[in-house]
């Protein structure tokens, strides 16, 4: 190493996407934040060019054995990428691992708890592994490890109004005549005309749960060629393990009545053996741990003493510690990770790097504040700081101001998007920025809250009662006809009353979300929107040639890439790889299908236009109207065949949003619909909201970005805290009474954001 290289990663011709062949330094050892309104290209530069190139390297650097079991990334569209350090991406996806893998598990707590446990724990189960519920010497043997296990509901299995000759026990193998029913009545233990209802306790016992062979029928019936055995015994041998799939019709329909998954009779949920369960620290066993609130954990951890333990103790306490500083005290280690977030996914993978003893690598963020309410945003910056203070680059993809301000570079990129965009408009520090003439310049110079006039509802949604995770009998009234943004602390119960409650008594409402669109590597705007099929008409028509032929995934399509332009290679565990068609050169149809014109373009053409050019292109009043639905959501800079897997989460968003406007109306409910978006595209949100509500449809949105709070009519606040100190509505009316009366964590931030 030279001291003369220059202390930053170098970027020269960068093309992929959108990018305009832009060069860029990138100062290493900072924290760095690009931002940019949506479709500028962010991700392009961060995520597909530096991060990807990075990887690729990496890749390159294993023996050949294991580059043929690695993915082979494909190299991005760049003349030149100099000095770059290893990759750790952090991004909001999603985290899987199936049922095994928990808040603990994914966190390394988990194991930290464990070992503290193989030490002090009274009376000791073994070493660690003794307390996993992943490891057979740990896990409890009912449901491997699970928690949850099939069991049969008694009331379902038997209609204990009934007797044995009505056909008592329900499941159809059971019916009177049958084989396995004579097991019962004709044992001679019971009169089989007698309601089960009726049988004295002994024989209730005997009829239900009696263990095989201890008993020998009076009759001598030995219909099935086994001694005695109480149903609940036989049902649990023959079929409780069995899949709801092997059995057909009728059978099926009684298995899954009779048949319900919940919580482990064994470990009651715990997933752990009775060894692990009985061993105790302080009174508590490490199911009792996993099962508490992280805040309330280490409390009680921080009491834990004994000499060789002090260390163990002392970095447990620091990784608690961290989570609470990422607004995650209110999760539990037993929390299954497929129910986090992408927010709290993203928080919680932090806090592992945050924890690593690796220096010198490039750290990239997607969005780190997403879901985190103001309050928490300074500390998350904090953590951001601290990775860069321990020889880190840290490169975030961001919007928020608060973060913009402690970075130590700041890269705008603009000014549109997609090809209006593309382009690096400014670097440098935050005080440049707020002068700098570009989008988000001015977006953090102007003052977006001019006076609006609040709308009045007509008629509310009642909510009674409601009680969902840590709600606090809740009962509380949604406006109709307005806007209304449910605000509080991450973990404080947003979503687990709307969500969770409004479906139940608003059947109509539609829930618009960031979450993957189904089948999406098929689908793409034109498919998604229903425009295909008007597109495909309008060449029909017009070329006298059958419609199939301008259908991907007809006799149009390619047949190499079923015309999906690009071929898909599934990787057992790890991601997919995609590469363009070669048949086809991506262009997804036959050389026949792309003969035939409309006004200078070819179908293939048509796929490869963006919205705003398909708006020039088209004259078809059906057509344009979808068009210009993606037009006023901000989606100008999709083109029309662009797989939906290549959409952000917030872009995914505005495509739904974009169908909902066809049919305004109902109730919507969004989930932080500002995500990915910038101060720019936020005024432009709000007009699009304005203008459904405009078309009489309800708006039930949660939120932290205080420009959308507002511009709500009505505020629904949850808190105070999150967890069990949550659950409560701690304000509801309209923005300006908040920020008159109210003493909250939104209140104060609002009060704040409106000065
Ligand atoms: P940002 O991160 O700033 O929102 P992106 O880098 O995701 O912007 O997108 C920049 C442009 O590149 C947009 O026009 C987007 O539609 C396009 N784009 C992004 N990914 C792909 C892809 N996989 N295929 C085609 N176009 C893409
Ligand atoms: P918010 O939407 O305000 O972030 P949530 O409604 O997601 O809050 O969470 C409120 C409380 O309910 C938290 O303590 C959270 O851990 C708990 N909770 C939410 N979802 C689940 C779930 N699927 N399983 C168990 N607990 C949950
Ligand atoms: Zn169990
Ligand atoms: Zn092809």
């Not at 097991?183 to 209802?197: E, L, R, T």
């Not at 009726?198 to 086994?226: C, I």
């Amino acid at each position: 190493m030279t001291t003369t290289t220059p202390d930053v990663i170098r970027v020269r011709g960068a093309r992929q996407n959108s990018l305009r062949n832009i060069d860029v330094d990138v100062p290493k050892h900072q924290l760095v934040v690009v931002t940019g309104v949506s479709g500028s290209g962010k991700s392009s530069l961060v995520f597909d060019t530096i991060a990807a190139e990075s990887a690729r390297q990496l890749n390159q650097t294993f023996s050949a054995f294991a580059q043929g079991r690695l993915p082979s990334y494909a190299q991005p569209d760049v003349d030149l990428l100099e000095n770059l350090s290893a990759v750790i991406v952090v991004d909001q996806q999603r985290l899987s691992g199936g049922p095994r893998s928990t808040v603990g598990t994914i966190s390394d707590i988990g194991a930290r708890l464990r070992l503290l446990f193989s030490r002090v724990g009274e009376p000791a189960a073994g070493y660690s592994h003794a307390y996993s519920f992943n490891d057979p010497a740990g896990m409890c043997p009912h449901c491997q490890g699970l928690g949850i296990a099939a069991t049969v509901v008694e009331s379902e299995l038997i209609d204990f109004s009934r007797s044995l000759n009505e056909g008592a026990i329900t499941f159809p193998a059971f019916k009177p005549g049958t084989w396995l029913w004579k097991a019962y009545a004709k044992s001679g233990f019971f009169d089989p005309d007698m309601k089960i209802i009726d049988y004295p306790t002994d024989l209730r016992e005997l009829f239900l749960h009696a263990p095989a062979g201890e008993h020998t029928p009076p009759a001598g019936m030995d219909a099935v060629g086994t001694s005695y055995e109480g149903i609940l015994t036989r049902f649990n041998r023959i079929y409780l393990q069995r899949e709801p799939d092997s059995f057909k019709g009728a059978q099926r329909e009684a298995f899954e009545r009779i048949v319900s998954r919940g919580l482990c009779p064994e470990c009651h949920g715990s997933r752990l053996a009775a060894p692990a369960r009985a061993s105790l620290i302080n009174g508590k066993s490490i199911a009792d741990l996993n099962a508490m609130q992280i805040s309330d954990l280490a409390e009680h951890v921080a009491k834990i003493d004994g000499e060789n333990v002090a260390p163990l103790v002392t970095n447990l306490c620091v990784h608690l510690e961290r989570m609470m500083t990422l607004g995650l005290g209110y999760l539990s280690l037993d929390r299954a990770t497929s129910t986090l977030s992408g927010g709290e996914a993203q928080r919680i993978k932090m806090v592992r790097h945050l924890g690593s003893a690796l220096a010198d690598m490039l750290y990239v963020f997607d969005e780190p504040t997403v879901g985190l309410h103001p309050r928490d945003v300074a500390a998350l910056g904090q953590l951001l700081l601290a990775l860069r203070d321990r020889g880190n680059t840290v490169l975030v993809v961001e919007h928020d101001p608060d973060i913009m301000a402690i970075a130590d570079h700041i890269i705008d990129l603009g000014p549109g998007a997609g090809t209006t965009g593309g382009q690096i408009i400014y670097q440098g520090d935050y005080a440049g920025l707020t002068q700098a003439d570009t989008p988000t310049g001015f977006g953090l110079r102007v003052d977006a809250h001019a006076a609006r006039p609040r709308r009045e509802p007509h008629g509310w949604i009642d909510i009674v009662g409601a009680t969902t995770n840590n709600l606090r009998d809740v009962s509380t009234g949604i406006p109709r006809g307005v806007m209304t943004t449910v605000t509080g602390v991450a973990g404080s119960g947003k979503s687990s009353l709307v969500l969770g409650n409004l479906p139940t008594v608003e059947p109509d409402a539609v829930v618009i979300d960031q979450r993957p669109i189904r089948g999406s590597r098929r689908s793409n705007p034109a498919t998604f929107t229903g425009m295909l099929n008007l597109i495909r008409d309008v060449f029909a028509k017009s070329t006298g040639a059958p419609s199939g032929l301008f259908t991907p995934n007809s006799i149009g399509g390619c047949t190499a890439c079923e015309g999906n332009g690009v071929i898909y290679t599934d990787l057992a565990f790890m991601d997919g790889v995609v590469t363009s068609c070669e048949v086809c050169q991506g262009r997804r149809f036959t050389p026949q299908a792309q003969e035939h014109t409309v006004a200078g373009a070819n179908i293939a053409d048509v796929f490869e236009m963006s919205v705003k050019e398909a708006l020039d292109y088209f004259t078809q009043p059906k057509i344009t109207r979808v068009l210009s639905r993606l037009h006023d959501v901000g989606l100008d800079y999709l083109t029309l065949g662009q797989t939906l897997t290549s959409l952000s989460g917030g872009e995914r968003q505005r495509l739904k949003l974009a169908n909902e406007l066809a049919t305004p109306g109902r109730t919507i409910i969004l989930d932080e619909p500002t995500t990915g978006l910038h101060l720019a595209d936020i005024s432009r949100l709000v007009g699009l909201l304005d203008r459904l509500i405009d078309a009489g449809s309800t708006l039930v949105v949660i939120e932290h970005n205080l420009d959308i709070i507002a511009a709500a009519d009505w505020i629904i606040d949850i808190g105070p805290e999150a967890g069990h100190d949550g659950g409560q509505v701690i304000f509801e009316g309209t923005p300006d009474q908040m920020t008159v009366d109210s003493n909250t964590h939104t209140a104060e931030h609002l009060r704040r954001h409106l000065a």
